[in-house]
T-cell receptor, first 116, second 111 residues
Framework: DGGITQSPKYLFRKEGQNVTLSCEQNLNHDAMYWYRQDPGQGLRLIYY???????QKGDIAEGYSVSREKKESFPLTVTSAQKNPTAFYLC???????????????FGEGSRLTVL | GEDVEQSLFLSVREGDSSVINCTYTDSSSTYLYWYKQEPGAGLQLLTYIFSNMDMKQDQRLTVLLNKKDKHLSLRIADTQTGDSAIYFCAPRAGGYNKLIFGAGTRLAVHP
């Protein structure tokens, strides 16, 4: 079945460690996104990528890094520079807005990161 | 920057209608989406409305859009316990596929 797979679902990290969250999609979507969700707040955009080998910072990119070497994959690294990394992270993908369609974002099931 | 406001909680009795409201600031929004999130899961698209429409109905769901007031609402008829979730309003900002999410409205359905 087509969809977006995030892993791991739960992750614990010690302070000062980098951690990488995986996001893979088999929907043949050009665009991929990373959002962060905190209780009582809306989703905030961390990074997005419209095409392979290209990505742009979102609203809260500091302390995060990404790569887009393959169309299917958009991993997110939470670095030790991120001051408050404990959160629920959501990956999404969509067709390019230049194509027809409603621009729907398809979301993965999320990864919950806890810093100990 | 763009902003989206939603009330945080709504409690309804099973079988009643639920109305979730949203206000936004970006008047250039072309598509406006409603997403549903169940506990510990990702978001799923419920419905959407294009900015040149005032209303869209989809089975139990009715979306109303007032562009002048930048107000969007989602009505769920005959609300069921399975409708308990967080509902996000998300206008699409500008030409790129950037969605601006509200904080979400937690809908609780009680017997």
């Amino acid at each position: 079945d087509g969809g977006i797979t995030q892993s791991p679902k739960y992750l614990f990290r010690k302070e000062g460690q980098n951690v990488t969250l995986s996001c893979e999609q088999n929907l043949n979507h050009d665009a991929m996104y990373w959002y962060r969700q905190d209780p009582g707040q809306g989703l905030r955009l961390i990074y997005y990528s419209q095409i392979v080998n290209d990505f742009q910072k979102g609203d809260i990119a500091e302390g995060y890094s990404v790569s887009r070497e393959k169309k299917e994959s958009f991993p997110l690294t939470v670095t030790s520079a991120q001051k408050n990394p404990t959160a629920f992270y959501l990956c999404a993908s969509s067709l390019s807005p230049r194509t027809s369609g409603n621009g729907e974002l398809f979301f993965g099931e999320g990864s919950r990161l806890t810093v100990l | 920057g763009e902003d989206v406001e939603q009330s945080l909680f709504l409690s309804v009795r099973e079988g009643d209608s639920s109305v979730i409201n949203c206000t936004y600031t970006d008047s250039s929004s072309t598509y406006l989406y409603w997403y549903k999130q169940e506990p510990g899961a990702g978001l799923q698209l419920l419905t959407y409305i294009f900015s040149n429409m005032d209303m869209k109905q989809d089975q139990r769901l009715t979306v109303l859009l007032n562009k002048k007031d930048k107000h969007l609402s989602l009505r769920i008829a005959d609300t069921q316990t399975g409708d308990s979730a967080i509902y996000f309003c998300a206008p699409r900002a500008g030409g790129y596929n950037k969605l601006i999410f509200g904080a979400g409205t937690r809908l609780a359905v009680h017997p």
